[in-house]
């Protein structure tokens, strides 16, 4: 049931959560990742045991978290272990079934770019590598969120690998995970899938007040469509309301959250300096 | 007898003039949370010089150690965007103008150098995927030893690896260690432990400082023997604006604050004056915090205990006597021991 208002973030981060099936090991990052594993887990995934790099391993996010060891997702949590032993007991060794990851730029076959916008040391840097190539490698699944419109023809650098030319040459290569790398990406505009032998980027389903040629408009590629199209999930008010209890920030894009954030500091600093 | 075992308890202060030089390689050993913020404000008021750091979380404190123009090379695995998407932050600003060198690898490929390093091999081999990322393939200050190829001599495969990398000293924030540096953290590991133990020199600052008991009945938190580290700083707040499981939350306020500053020209730099050179040690940073923000924001991110289930390492012999006075295996008291070796003992003069 539905009741509730949502905003396009809440409808993303639902998006996003239903990927997880009950009982899947996910492995999520900063962000997003962290709001639909916990949208999961506290409504139809509890059994999901979810992972952050750091070693944190089944925890229960409580908080919105600022860092993939933050010590709000410690008040509690299964399996402490070590982040070298996270990528190779649990990933390299086939027991990850998902990953999270934001993309700062993806071309038509899933490849990703989190580093540079150019070419390095004088290009605008996105953020870097972090555990993205490992988890994009040996995740048998992984799933990709994207707020910007960084669809490129060829990526300045390519961080993480994903189906590389496409068709066939990631399984051939030997280097991953058989049968991994991305199922699906979630942007503000709507959800995109990969044709199961080219692994040719589709659009699948578009999201509420969004027209083809918006998507359009941001690929530089002539992008397929799925005939017909698929359809977005509804958010239910039992994900809404856990997802405002977890994080009422979040609500908000994140310039128009920094904003609220920021006024809010400005006006206890101006309180403590009048002596209220 | 020569005390093996002195107290290595020092001040911020005194741990950085002694033990971090000019020109040295300094890791963070914390991973993004707990960072110690208090022994790189000492190093950034110190003016250390030249240092090539290493910082995997690439966090606040890799945004003010560049700043604080500490840092010639920095070798890392994800820098936080601060600074909003055109300027960016200090890194980022210091590399595209050219006063940083950055070598980027991925977080596991970071943790295989500092797992060679404190394993004592001279590499490690990593996953075979990176070989096509560029993370691989663009190379910075490191050149031809950021990455290199083996063949397995079992499978005959290709694979790649990295080279050991040995800091000359760590920094870790912990929550409690004793006087000699036995080091206790819970919480979120990273690869704080091969940080730790691939460095030459580590320097400890705890939020509390506890007797050797507290550490021998919980053995399972200690993180570094005491015989490693060289110095230990009792250092409440050590870590802040980061977190600590236990201690408080991420400061939300402080971090806004400070993502706020890079809005300005000089970035971060504008916090320099009131926020590191003008606080003498962590004591009178809080204290100033307080002035500014008020206790009661300090006080909101305080965490509410949540204890560990004690773990029972109880033994059922603590001698080689059972509790009723009869020697273990042989059933017999003190008397009937001494009647025993008397009789079936290999016995020696010794006068």
């Known amino acids: 049931m539905l009741t509730k208002q949502v905003t396009k973030e809440e409808l993303l981060i639902v998006t996003a959560a239903r990927q997880i099936k009950n009982g899947d090991v996910v492995a999520l990052g900063i962000g997003m990742p962290i709001l639909a594993g916990a949208v999961a887990k506290n409504t139809h995934a509890p059994e999901a045991v979810l992972l952050m790099e750091s070693g944190i391993v089944d925890f229960e996010p409580c908080v919105l978290p600022v860092n993939v060891a933050d010590a709000t997702c410690t008040r509690g949590y299964g399996y402490s272990v070590d982040l070298f032993s996270v990528f190779t007991t649990i990933a390299y060794a086939g027991y990850l079934d998902k990953a999270f990851l934001g993309v700062g730029q993806i071309d038509k076959y899933g490849n990703l770019n989190t580093s540079f916008l150019g070419t390095p040391p004088a290009a605008q840097r996105i953020t870097a590598a972090g555990g993205a190539p490992e988890f994009y490698a040996y995740a048998k699944e992984t799933i990709l969120t994207m707020k910007g419109k960084g669809f490129v023809e060829k990526l300045p650098y390519m961080t993480s690998p994903g189906y590389l030319g496409g068709g066939d040459e990631r399984e051939k290569s030997g280097r991953y995970t058989p049968g991994s790398g991305p199922s699906i990406l979630i942007t503000p505009k709507g959800i995109f899938k990969f044709h199961p032998e080219t692994r040719e980027m589709y659009l699948d389903a578009l999201f509420p007040g969004v027209g083809v040629d918006e998507v359009r408009a941001d690929i530089p590629w002539d992008l397929k469509i799925a005939d017909p199209l698929g359809s977005f999930p509804v958010p239910q008010d039992e994900e809404i309301v856990f997802l405002r209890r977890l994080s009422p920030v979040s609500s908000f894009s994140n310039t128009t959250g920094k904003e609220l954030v920021m006024a809010h500091i400005r006006k206890q600093m101006e309180e403590k300096a009048t002596g209220r | 007898m020569k005390n093996c075992r002195p107290s290595k308890v020092m001040t911020a202060h005194e741990a950085v003039s002694r033990y971090v030089h000019d020109g040295d390689s300094v890791i963070t050993g914390n991973y993004t949370e707990g960072l110690p913020f208090s022994l790189l404000f000492e190093i950034i008021r110190q003016r250390k010089k030249g240092l090539t750091y290493y910082s995997q979380s690439g966090s606040a404190d890799v945004e003010f150690m560049v700043a604080g123009d500490c840092v010639d090379k920095l070798c890392t695995a994800f820098l936080h965007k601060w600074g909003g998407r055109a300027a960016g932050g200090m890194v980022e600003r210091y590399q595209r103008a050219g006063k940083l060198q950055v070598e980027d690898y991925s977080n596991f490929t970071y943790n295989a150098r500092l797992a060679a390093g404190a394993n004592g091999y001279s590499f490690m081999p990593v996953l075979p995927s990176i070989m096509d990322s560029d993370v691989f393939k663009i190379r910075d200050y490191m050149g031809e030893n950021k990455f290199g190829v083996v063949r397995c001599p079992f499978t005959g495969r290709e694979i790649p690896v990295v080279p050991a990398a040995n800091p000359d000293v760590c920094l870790l924030h912990v929550q409690r260690a004793d006087k000699h540096g036995n080091a206790q953290h819970w919480g979120g590991l990273g690869s704080t432990v091969h940080a730790c133990l691939a460095s030459k020199t580590i320097i400890v600052s705890c939020e509390e400082l506890v007797d050797f008991d507290v550490i021998k009945s919980s053995p399972h938190h200690t993180i570094v023997p005491g015989f490693r580290v060289s110095a230990v700083i009792e250092e409440p707040y050590g870590c802040h604006p980061s977190e600590l499981p236990g201690y408080r939350n ?102």
Request: overall charge negative; cysteine-free.
């Open chain 2, 250 to 351: 991420p400061d939300m306020t402080m971090l806004r604050f400070i993502d706020n500053s890079f809005s300005s020209d000089e970035g971060l730099r504008s916090m320099f004056d009131e926020w590191v050179y003008g606080l003498p040690d962590r004591a009178s940073y809080i204290k100033h915090y307080i002035d500014v923000f008020g206790v009661e924001s300090l006080n909101r991110y305080r965490a509410r205990s949540y204890y560990s289930a004690p773990a029972d390492y109880g033994v059922a012999f603590e001698s080689g006597w059972d509790t009723y006075g009869q020697a273990l295996l042989l059933g017999v008291d003190i008397a009937g021991l001494e009647q025993l070796i008397a009789e079936k003992g290999d016995l020696v003069d010794v006068d």
